[in-house]
């Protein structure tokens, strides 16, 4: 079992930038691949970026590709997101999550995901 806990949502104008962060609990950190979604009023959930478990391989949606900067420090057991020239359609709730299957590639597939943080709520106004 792994708790998560993401931090650093606000309200932030269009052209600016967030840190979000997720922090982990558990000695097991390491072994998950770690996904980040989000969720807009109105919307299904939706996939945003991940990293594997070492922190080798990254994939990312293509609406926040060349914006968005997704890296994990498993010695402090967190995973972040670096959110950069943020757009009004970038507000949601953002979601952390850490996928425990071994030997498999990073998934953009929320079903994937065994457990999830509670969220942080980004919003950029315009």
């Known amino acids: 079992q792994v708790q998560l806990v993401e931090s650093g949502g606000g309200l932030v104008q269009a052209g600016g930038s967030l840190r979000l962060s997720c922090a982990a609990s558990g000695r097991t950190f390491s072994n998950y691949h770690m996904g980040w979604f989000r969720q807009a009023p109105g919307k299904e959930r939706e996939f945003v970026t991940a990293v594997s478990s070492n922190g080798r391989s990254t994939v990312y949606a293509d609406s926040v590709k060349g914006r968005f900067t997704i890296s994990r420090d498993n010695n402090k057991n967190t995973v972040y997101l670096q959110m950069n020239n943020l757009k009004p359609e970038d507000t949601a709730v953002y979601y952390c999550?850490?996928?425990?299957?071994?030997?498999?590639?990073?998934?953009?597939?929320?079903?994937?995901?065994?457990?999830w943080g509670q969220g942080t709520q980004v919003t950029v106004s315009s």
């Open positions: 999550a850490a996928d425990r299957r071994r030997g498999v590639v990073v998934s953009k597939d929320d079903r994937s995901y065994d457990y």
